[in-house]
């Protein structure tokens, strides 16, 4: 029998992200489903379709457009979850952006915007999450961090020392929360397909290829299927960590 949880998902409607909404709402993986309040920043079209897909369904998946780097708005998101599904079970702060470029070139606007959007919104809503799930003595968050946070990238300065910072963050919230049995992990995805990796040539693929031993990009559903374990009761004693889906590229 399907557990019904809740869940908010942030950067949801592209890639990743929604892959992650699809799979918490799926009551056919892990043996839980969830209602999802997934929080987007400009696609409306994209939220409607995801809205739609779910209409026909016993699970509420609901899109809200919202700025991440503000902590009151995330408090905002919290608030409205708890309002719809009346507690909040799972946190998943997955929104992210780029603004590659070598140091010698970026701006300071340039490296602000990933460090608000990427580390400072994991903050926001973490701190909110926080409180309800103390309450309720229990909940899972799940922080999507990145390979290049561990193993740096050239040229993207900002983006590596957001996804480490989301690391640090990770452990030290594990620190913290575990004696109120909340979980806090981190997955650092590899090269997935994505908008970004779909428009590489052939010459691109191939170099990547090289140093991926399974010899594939990975698929947003291989990340969002270990997010879902992670949130799961499979995954009770499971806090503090970072797990790499990346077809064995880090070792």
Do not use: H
């Not at 839980?32 to 920043?41: C, I, M, R």
């Not at 997955?94 to 701006?107: F, P, Y």
């Not at 999507?144 to 640090?168: L, P, W």
């Amino acid at each position: 029998m399907s557990v019904r949880k809740s869940a908010i998902v942030t950067g949801g409607t592209r890639g990743i992200g929604r892959a992650i909404v699809e799979s918490l709402a799926d009551g056919n993986l892990q043996n839980f489903s969830a209602d999802v309040l997934f929080v987007y920043n400009s696609c409306e079209t994209c939220a409607k379709e995801i809205e739609e897909q779910f209409k026909n369904t016993d699970v509420n998946v609901i899109g809200i457009q919202s700025d991440v780097t503000s902590f009151d708005k995330a408090q905002e998101v919290v608030n409205l979850a708890l309002e719809k599904f009346g507690k909040l079970d799972i946190l998943v702060n997955n929104a992210g952006i780029t603004k590659d470029n070598l140091l010698l070139r970026m701006s300071e606007k340039d490296f602000d915007d990933v460090i608000n959007v990427n580390l400072k919104s994991v903050f926001n809503y973490t701190k909110a999450a926080f409180k309800p799930m103390m309450k309720q003595r229990g909940g899972r968050i799940v922080n999507i961090s990145s390979i290049v946070g561990i193993i740096g990238n050239a040229g993207q300065s900002n983006y590596a020392a957001s996804k480490a910072g989301i690391i640090g963050f990770t452990k030290s919230t594990a620190k913290e929360f575990a004696s109120r049995n909340i979980t806090v992990n981190a997955v650092t995805p590899g090269f997935i397909e994505t908008e970004m990796t779909a428009a590489l040539n052939e010459k691109q693929r191939e170099a990547l290829l090289v140093n991926i031993p399974l010899k594939r990009i990975g698929q947003s559903q291989d990340v969002a299927k270990l997010v879902k374990f992670l949130c799961s009761s499979n995954a009770d004693y499971i806090t503090g960590q970072v797990i790499s889906v990346d077809g064995g590229m880090v070792m």
